[in-house]
């Protein structure tokens, strides 16, 4: 099965970027919202096999939006694995699958490494291409300014 993987060092401690991601579903729309319009949890309560709905800005090519299912939640280890259950991967790039995990872990009192990494089956070279640089692209931009968000809400 192909797979991606993706680091950014962050200049804020593990804990208090966690913090933030557990609030990613109010926080994103209003950082970003010509990325992110929404996000919504439409079945569970944000644990494992809950199901939330991001709908896209408009500066992401051709709008649309994607359903993702938590597959586990580690808090104590900081990581997240989720499933495209509909749109977003699947449907821009044509694959048929796309499990994705994020995972902090401290390398400092005040800087973090947040570690990407995703398995997907299906899609062509070339979609598998260039959903790399959109992906990377798009989870640097989040991740940045969600980090700059904690820095100045500390």
């Not at 993987?5 to 200049?11: F, W």
């Not at 929404?38 to 709905?53: K, L």
Request: net charge negative.
């Amino acid at each position: 099965m192909p797979s991606f993987e993706h680091e950014l060092e962050l200049g804020v401690s593990a804990g208090a970027m966690w913090a933030a991601m557990k609030d990613q579903n109010t926080i994103f729309p209003k950082l970003m919202p010509e990325a992110i319009a929404s996000i919504e949890i439409v079945e569970g309560e944000g644990g494992p096999g809950s199901v939330r709905v991001v709908k896209f800005g408009p500066m992401v090519p051709d709008g649309g939006s994607v359903k993702e299912r938590i597959v586990s939640l580690d808090i104590e280890g900081c990581s997240v694995v989720s499933e495209e259950v509909e749109g977003g991967h699947l449907t821009q790039f044509g694959f048929s699958k796309w499990l994705q995990t994020l995972k902090l872990t401290s390398t400092g009192e005040n800087t973090s490494k947040l570690h990407i990494s995703a398995e997907f089956d299906g899609g062509s070279e070339e979609s598998i291409a260039k959903s790399g640089e959109i992906t990377k692209q798009g989870l640097t931009n989040t991740f940045k300014a969600l980090e700059q968000y904690v820095k100045t809400s500390a």
